[in-house]
């Protein structure tokens, strides 16, 4: 059937149409089919939404995709034809059911998902079916080899050393002191990191503060070889595409996180920038991802044995997650925090935890003997050498190399919160911590989020200030600051926890 394009200028992230309802029903067009669109000899297969007003009879809205795909403008004559969906639907709904599925169907699946032949409804059955039925390890390797194998692939040409973690602490910016550690050591060591998902600042949002983070392959390349290091953000690169679309259609609005994918997603990242050795930090403890050290074993086994079939050393560190590493949380404060310990003034879990997963690194490199490496890792920070390296890649990446902590201007609408009691803190919750900094504005609003001065095991006399939130707008303090007072992020004994029954 022929239609005339109407263009609507906006980018929607896979070829899209839009068609009256009116059209739709009288050409048999339900909405999320796929449609091939044809102009001037050339096709793009779309999916179809619909509406009653902004397109009218004999319309077709076209958006950014297609119009640039196509080359079209207002009024020109476009035809629209059925087409089957993609056969790796098949294999999703085999999933669903809970069968095993091959490697050529998985490939079939990601391929499907990186040329936009699926709708975020079809992508969202495939995560749900790994969240409820799981992937064996064939499965997860051939989830983990097609990642890779359908995005860029980069070879720096020489040992690649790296480190990841699975993430689920706030203020956890470790990798802006291990990544200057490695490679002040005479190591390469090109980090890819990613943009807050759920969490109120991603390594990539708080390097992002000292230098620009967002490059081609071939910049980063070329970046990563000339300081040693660097750390980046991923999803410019175009490393295992397919899981970036899985992340922002799926993993983010329906905060889910299969572990299968988690596993799969980590390694591929790794395997495209020809990692031989990577370490692992598995963060265990009450509010982190992985809750017990059980867990951590098993995830620890998983990661190696993932590893051994892609041909990467993988070593995994176990370490405490049940509260925010160091005191700050947010962009701006995380990256002062991290400034401010590579100079030698950051506080001792944030030391502890960088100089130790640093350490296993630069173990199982050989450059430092066995149960060694954390007093190695250690010297190298205390040196000044990693703040050294550090602004090497600051300015390799674009940044201002003599950048101070005090440079860094945090968001300019502060209230800070006060210990109702005397007594030791006994609880930080790690949700509450996130969600407060989340209110504030972090990660969109670079200077917002939070400093906890009162962490598990300090002792505080009543009024003293435990938490001091944020904010760039006064009403993203406000409500940050009602939020805290609702979640009790902060518990010390014999505070009053509730009043029952609650004031009215």
């Known amino acids: 059937m022929e239609f005339r394009s109407k263009v609507i200028d906006i980018q929607v992230g896979r070829p899209s149409i839009v068609l009256n309802e009116s059209d739709a029903e009288s050409t048999g067009v339900r909405v999320h089919d796929r449609v091939k ?42 035809s629209i034809a059925h087409t089957s969906p993609p056969e790796s639907l098949n294999y999703i709904k085999k999933k669903m059911g809970g069968a095993l599925l091959s490697r050529d169907e998985i490939f079939s699946i990601i391929e499907d998902v990186v040329d936009y032949n699926l709708s975020d409804v079809e992508i969202a059955a495939f995560m749900m079916s790994q969240h ?81 983070v967002e490059f081609s392959p071939q910049e980063f390349k070329q970046i990563a070889l000339k300081a040693s290091g660097a750390i980046v953000w991923g999803g410019r690169l175009g490393l295992a595409p397919a899981d970036d679309v899985l992340i922002k259609r799926v993993e983010y609005p329906l905060g889910l996180d299969p572990y299968s994918q988690m596993l799969a997603s980590i390694m591929a990242k790794k395997m495209a920038v020809g990692a031989s050795c990577v370490v692992i930090d598995i963060p265990t403890g009450r509010g982190s991802k992985v809750e017990d050290e059980d867990e951590a074993r098993r995830s620890s086994a998983d990661f190696m044995e993932l590893g051994r079939r892609l041909g990467i050393r993988v070593v995994c560190g176990i370490t405490y997650g049940g509260q925010p590493v160091g005191h700050t949380v947010g962009p701006v404060l995380e990256a002062k925090e991290a400034l401010e310990t590579l100079m030698g003034k950051g506080p001792t879990s944030l030391v502890e935890k960088s100089t130790a997963l640093a350490g296993l690194l630069l173990e199982a490199a050989g450059v430092a003997a066995p149960k060694f490496g954390h007093e190695y890792a250690k010297k190298v920070l205390e040196s000044g050498k990693a703040l050294e390296k550090m602004r090497q890649i600051i300015e390799a990446q674009g940044g201002n190399p003599n950048v101070k ?100």
Not at 152 to 157: M, R, S, T, V
Not at 442 to 454: C, M, N, Q, S
């Open 132 to 212: 409820f039925h799981g992937m064996n390890m064939d499965e997860i390797e051939a989830l983990t080899r097609a990642l890779v194998e359908t995005g860029e692939i980069i070879d720096f040409g020489q040992t690649v050393y790296d480190k990841h973690s699975v993430g689920g602490v706030p203020g956890n910016k470790v990798s802006l002191l291990i990544v200057p550690i490695i490679s002040a050591s005479g190591l390469l060591i090109p980090k890819t990191s990613s943009k807050a998902i759920t969490s109120p600042s991603g390594t990539a949002d708080t390097m992002g503060i000292l230098a620009p």
């Open 405 to 504: 902590p005090e440079d860094l201007q945090v968001g300019q609408h502060k209230i800070s919160i006060y210990s109702p009691c005397d007594g030791y803190v006994t609880e930080v919750d790690n949700s509450a911590i996130s969600a407060i900094a989340r209110i504030a504005g972090a990660p969109v609003d670079r200077g917002a989020g939070l400093v906890l001065y009162g962490k598990r095991g300090r002792y505080v006399k009543k009024d003293d200030v435990i938490l001091e939130i944020y904010a760039e707008r006064s009403t993203r303090l406000s409500e940050a600051y009602n939020l805290a007072v609702q979640k009790k992020p902060v518990t010390i004994e014999g505070m009053l926890l509730h009043r029952v029954p609650e004031y009215t």
């Open 37 to 78: 669109v044809s102009f001037s000899g050339q096709t793009v297969i779309a999916l179809v939404e619909t509406t009653e007003t902004y397109v009218g009879r004999g319309e077709i809205g076209v958006f950014r995709e297609v119009k640039q795909s196509l080359k079209l403008k207002d009024g020109d004559s476009v």
